[in-house]
């Protein structure tokens, strides 16, 4: 269904689908699609499993520079950036890992960045009912740089703050740790 939408997208486009260089662009383009946005069929929670140990820790954790690649909801063009994850937990750590794995679950759905990273800050807060988490994202939007506004430089910053994260001092280490 995708491939012949993309067929008719072709033709509407002026196109001529039949074309050497086309012919399998319409099923190159499905099945680019369902890899972009496996997420869908991926429980960002399952995803932790049994990666969960108990240990007496309860300083900050920080999984920084976390490479992805997402599509934006509006006009389906790539968003991509680093993802800083940190949390603070009561009695339990999960394997690293994990995080950059629920990373990877959301940002392979159609996405916005804001909701993006605040499904990672909530999932991770509520599974391990940590003490805080933060989440700031920084990310390039294709559909700022290469249509409409078309501005090159511009750069996205997210971020999502709860718990002991909401206090300043938290706040300005996990910052000053990120940067």
């Known amino acids: 269904m995708i491939e012949d939408s993309v067929r008719d997208i072709l033709l509407n486009l002026g196109e001529d689908p039949d074309r050497e260089g086309l012919v ?8 680019s699609l369902r890899y972009l946005t496996k997420g869908y069929k991926e429980d960002p929670r399952a995803v932790i499993g049994d990666a969960m140990f108990t240990e007496q820790y309860s300083e900050m954790i920080i ?12 006009h389906m063009l790539p968003f991509f950036g680093k993802a800083h994850v940190a949390y ?12 950059a794995r629920m990373v990877e679950v959301y940002a392979r759905r159609l996405q916005v960045q804001e909701r993006m990273t605040s499904e990672i800050a909530a999932t991770l807060h509520e599974a391990l009912d940590a003490m805080g988490v933060g989440v700031v994202i920084q990310a390039e939007h294709l559909c700022m740089r290469m249509r409409g506004i078309e501005r090159p430089n511009s750069a996205v910053v997210s ?17 000053n740790l990120i940067k």
């Not at 399998?24 to 099945?31: D, F, G, L, N």
């Not at 999984?63 to 509006?74: A, G």
């Not at 971020?159 to 910052?175: I, K, V, W, Y």
């Open 24 to 31: 399998k662009t319409p099923a190159r383009v499905e099945a």
């Open 159 to 175: 971020s999502a703050l709860l718990g002991a994260f909401r206090r300043r001092d938290t706040r300005q280490e996990f910052m």
């Open 88 to 99: 603070i937990p009561t009695d339990k750590i999960v394997g690293i890992s994990k995080i």
């Open 63 to 74: 999984v920084r520079d976390i490479d992805f690649f997402s599509l934006c909801e509006h």
